[in-house]
């Protein structure tokens, strides 16, 4: 039997996974819903390329993080603006192909002034990106987890990038988030409430509060200060060990977990790595490894083998009596 042929059988027992490349499913939630407050947080998933995408919406996941870190690291960049803007649209956009599902976009500082930042937005919006994140940072930023040399922009300044993004794409379904370093640049909870209250003047649909500490404290009294004015993003990379049970109590709208598809990419391909030097082949790291049948399945190799018998019909006289 073909390799296409075993995916075709493989589909109709009921494995296949929606064709990447056609229609989106039925019945998909918003990011604007996803963002929306409600009684339990919402959770959006790491992913950095079409592979990831499909793995994380084949998980269950209704929303991506399309990650600035995750994404410059499987370019070869540092965290730092040393990927474009064009070269993450790029990827963006294979992503979208790839999962059919909302993606909330790092836009890390916007890639510049307010003129930068209308452009990567409209141009995401174009590659099927449903929403970007922009933080108050002065450009180029840098990872916010590296060093503590973290200087903001200017509230006004920063505002405008926000509003110059919402008057660039209106559509009412792309979801303008503004992340707001006050906390990792150590200036308090004063200066990210007054950050927080400008920006959602400016047209911010929500806020994203930063933190690198190792606890939650200072994201639960932003929380509480914000009184959600308008919905609560939280990252919390650092502060990993929290319950979720308190970020609902706390009111927070979405918990991104922000690079943990890329985390365990490395974690994985290492250990791999390392075993065929050490073992000397192959043999005994086959039950580790995926398949090659779920790789055929996450990128629809039966559609394409449906499609082969529609589209290359055989010549006429071809096996012909």
């Known amino acids: 039997m073909s390799g296409l042929r075993r995916i ?21 939630t918003t990011l604007r819903d996803l963002i929306r407050i409600h009684d339990s947080p919402s959770f959006l998933m790491e992913a950095h390329d079409a592979l990831s995408a499909a793995i994380a919406k084949r998980a269950g996941f209704k929303g991506l993080w399309a990650s600035g870190l995750s994404i410059s690291s499987s370019l070869g960049y540092r965290d730092a603006n040393e990927a474009s803007w064009s070269e993450v649209a790029d990827v963006v956009e ?34 099927g990106a449903s929403g970007i994140c922009i933080e108050d940072k002065a450009f180029p930023k840098m990872n916010s987890f590296i060093g503590g040399r973290h200087p903001l922009a200017d509230i006004e300044e920063f505002c405008g990038r926000l509003s110059a993004v919402k008057d660039t794409v209106p559509d009412p379904d792309f979801v303008l988030v503004a992340r707001i370093e006050a906390l990792i640049a150590g200036h308090g909870q004063d200066e990210a409430l007054e950050r927080a209250h400008a920006y959602a003047e400016a ?48 009111g927070i709208s ?58 290359l019909r055989p010549k006429a006289g071809n096996g012909a009596a």
Request: include cysteine; aromatic fraction near 8%; hydrophobic fraction near 45%.
């Open 8 to 28: 075709r059988v493989l589909s109709e027992k009921g494995h296949r996974l929606r064709n990447p490349g056609g229609k989106a499913s039925e019945g998909v």
């Open 94 to 127: 294979r992503m979208a192909y790839a999962a059919r599902t909302p993606i909330l976009v790092d836009g890390d500082s916007g890639f510049g002034n307010f003129n930068n930042a209308r452009l990567v937005a409209g141009r995401l919006r174009k590659r």
């Open 203 to 250: 047209g911010a649909d929500a806020i994203l509060i930063h933190s690198r500490k190792s606890d939650p404290t200072e994201i639960l009294a932003f929380a509480r200060s914000w009184h959600n004015r308008l919905p609560v993003v939280i990252v919390p990379t650092k502060y990993f060990s929290t319950p979720v049970a308190e970020y609902r109590a706390a």
């Open 254 to 311: 979405t918990v991104i977990w922000a690079n943990h598809n890329m985390r365990a990419a490395i974690a994985a391909m290492r250990d791999i790595c390392n075993r065929i030097i050490r073992e000397g082949g192959i043999v005994g790291i086959e039950p580790d490894i995926a398949p090659l049948e779920e790789l055929f399945e996450l990128m629809a190799y039966d559609e394409l083998a449906a499609a082969e018998t529609r589209y």
